[in-house]
């Protein structure tokens, strides 16, 4: 249908378009650079208990200042990866700068209390075997148990009804890694799904998306995050609020019957040094 635009307007649009794929050529390229230089980093972002502000947990969150190209999003350089084996490359990364990390700030933690570090992963993924065996790897290279180890995972992840994916999931499971549907509300989501994955145990916690925290102080947004609330009381799993940015949204939250949540209102991801400070002063 391009042929009947307009002269200007298809010049216009196959313009765009072009410079679409050499924004994406050039990110990749300098992504599979940065990763073999080691020029990526993690960040911590505090996941609190909202009742008393104390910290629970803390999410990884990858981050990437390039020379050239200045920060990148993670949104932008992982939507690339995610279609080729760099994921891979990230995730390790990750997970073994955070479980470094991690291991610093339980160091004065015994092990009923041990602080706990959650890690993004793709759907992808999932369909690897290998992964369980290589969590527990890297945790006991650190000398923490798997279950200090939270993957957090897109809806489409845990729709995925593959064999392969099951068997992962179950692993996961029996090594006591905890695994949590990240962003959930805005997506494809199947409640009959969710009731067997945590029914198998195989789902710990929802994190619910930040944009209903985002709309909070609307009738709308109280509605939808109380039925969200309902529903992971009845499943017996934890209910996580994302994007809290000031007192009036915690304050809901609270009231709702919320017990766990991040967002800027706390703190900002930051980085490891900080990370282990903030638990050595909490
Ligand atoms: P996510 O997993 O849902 O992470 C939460 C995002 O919300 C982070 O953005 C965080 O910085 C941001 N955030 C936290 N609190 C607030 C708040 O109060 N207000 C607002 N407006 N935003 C807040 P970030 O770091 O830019 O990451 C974006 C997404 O990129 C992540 O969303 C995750 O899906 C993906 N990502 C980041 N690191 C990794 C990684 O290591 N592996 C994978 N697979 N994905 C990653
Ligand atoms: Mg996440
Ligand atoms: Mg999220
Ligand atoms: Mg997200």
Known sequence: ????????????????????????????TRLRNAIK???LSVE???????TDSTIVGFEALARWNDDTLGSVSPDEFIALAERSPLIDEIFELVLHQSLATAAVWNSTHDSSSLVGISVNIAARQLRDTSLPGRI?????????????VTLELTETALMDEGPRTLRVLSALRDAGIRVWM????????????????SAAGILDGVKIDRTFVADLPTARAETLLRMFFTMTESLGVTAVAEGIEN????????RLGYRY??????????????????????
Do not use: I
């Open 136 to 148: 527990v790897g890297a945790a006991d290279a650190v000398g923490l148990p798997p279950s200090c």
């Open 247 to 254: 007192d009036e949204q915690l304050q809901v939250l609270r």
């Open 1 to 28: 249908y391009a042929a009947k635009r307009s002269g200007r307007s298809a010049h216009r649009f196959y313009r765009a378009d072009a410079d679409r794929a050499s924004r994406r050529l050039a990110v990749s």
């Open 44 to 50: 911590y972002q505090p996941v609190h208990d909202l």
């Open 37 to 39: 230089a080691g020029e």
């Open 182 to 197: 990240d962003d959930y509300g805005v997506g494809y989501s199947n409640m009959a799904r969710l009731g067997d994955l």
């Open 261 to 282: 949540g991040q967002g800027w209102h706390f703190a900002k991801s930051m980085p490891a040094t900080a990370a282990v400070q903030l638990v050595l002063d909490d």
